[in-house]
C-alpha cells in the first residue's frame, strides 16, 4: 500500500499541470447542486440593464465613443457585462476563500497531499472563472436578444470577461489571504461599490476633470468597462491594448502574491 501511495504521489507531481483542475473539479462537486447560487450574479446586472440602461435610457439620447455615436443602452450594457465579470470572480475569490481557509480548513487538507499552495491557488482562480465567465455569458445572451451588440468583435467579449475575471480573482485571493476577521471584508465592498458606480459604468469618463478623471481610468473595472465596451460596440481604440495589459499584469501578480501566502500560512 505504501509503495502504492508513493507511486501516485510521484503520478500527481509529473502531472503537475492538471493539479490545479481538482480543486476546481471539488468546486464543481460542492456547488452543482445549489443552481440558485450562479443566478444571483446573472440577475443584478440584468435588473440594473433594465432598470437604468432601459428605463433612464428613455430620457438620455446617448453618448459618442471614440468618434461614433451611441445609445444609453448600448452605452450600459457592456459595463454591465463586465460587472458581471468582476462580481462573480470577487464573490469566489474573496468571501468563499477565507471560510476555506479559515473555517473549513479545507486548504489544510489539501496540502496533505502532493498538491502544492501554487496548485491550490490556480484551481481557485479558475473556478472563479468559470463562475464570472457563466455570468458574462447569459448576460452577452441578453445583449443580444435586446439588439445591444453592434460589432462582430464582441465574439471576443467573452475572453474578454474572463481576462477581468482573472484580474479580479487574482487580486482578491491575494487579498484575503491578508484578512483576518470577516470585518475586513467591509474595506472588499468599500472598493467595489465606488468602483462599479463611477468607472465609466453609467456615463462616460469625460465627466470628470483632472486628476480624478486618472484615478478613474486607473482602477481595473475601468479598464474591463473600455475593453467590453469597445469590442461590443466595435468602436476600438488603443485603450482595449492597454486594458488587456492591465488585466494580465495584475491577475498574474494576485496569483503569485495569493501562491507565496498560502504557502506561508498553511506550511509552517
Given amino acids: 500500500m505504501a ?10 507531481r509529473r502531472d503537475g499541470a492538471t493539479a490545479p483542475w481538482r480543486m476546481v473539479q471539488r468546486n464543481y462537486l460542492v456547488h452543482r447542486r445549489t443552481k440558485a447560487f450562479f443566478l444571483t450574479g446573472f440577475l443584478e446586472p440584468v435588473f440594473y440593464l433594465f432598470s437604468i440602461g432601459v428605463g433612464v435610457g428613455e430620457l438620455v439620447e446617448g453618448f459618442e465613443l471614440n468618434g461614433r455615436p451611441i445609445g444609453y443602452a448600448a452605452f450600459v450594457a457592456p459595463g454591465m457585462l463586465a460587472a458581471a465579470a468582476m462580481n462573480g470572480a470577487v464573490m469566489d475569490s474573496t468571501f468563499s476563500i477565507f471560510f476555506k481557509m479559515k473555517y473549513q480548513r479545507l486548504y ?7 498538491m502544492r499552495a501554487v496548485d491550490v491557488a490556480r484551481g481557485e482562480v ?13 448576460f452577452l445572451l441578453v445583449m443580444l436578444a435586446m439588439g445591444l451588440i453592434e460589432s462582430w468583435w464582441a465574439l471576443l467579449a467573452l475572453p ?35 468602483m462599479f458606480l463611477f468607472s465609466a459604468t453609467f456615463f462616460p469618463v469625460t465627466s470628470y476633470d483632472g486628476a480624478l478623471r486618472w484615478v478613474v481610468e486607473a482602477t481595473p473595472l475601468y479598464r474591463g468597462v473600455v475593453l467590453t465596451r469597445e469590442l461590443t460596440t466595435g468602436a476600438l481604440s488603443w485603450d482595449s491594448a492597454v486594458s488587456v495589459l492591465y488585466l494580465v499584469a495584475m491577475g498574474l501578480f494576485g496569483l503569485a502574491v495569493a501562491s507565496r501566502r498560502l504557502g506561508m500560512l498553511l506550511l509552517k
Avoid: H, K, N
Fill in 126 to 138: 479558475a473556478w472563479a472563472l468559470m463562475r464570472g465567465g457563466a455570468y458574462s455569458a447569459g
Fill in 160 to 194: 474578454a470577461t474572463l481576462l477581468i475575471g482573472f484580474g479580479f480573482a487574482g487580486a482578491g485571493m491575494a487579498l484575503t489571504t491578508f484578512m483576518r476577521s470577516w470585518q475586513d471584508f467591509e474595506y472588499v465592498m468599500l472598493a467595489i461599490i465606488p
Fill in 3 to 12: 509503495v502504492a501511495a508513493l507511486a501516485v504521489s510521484r503520478a500527481v
Fill in 108 to 114: 489544510d487538507s489539501v496540502l496533505a497531499t502532493p
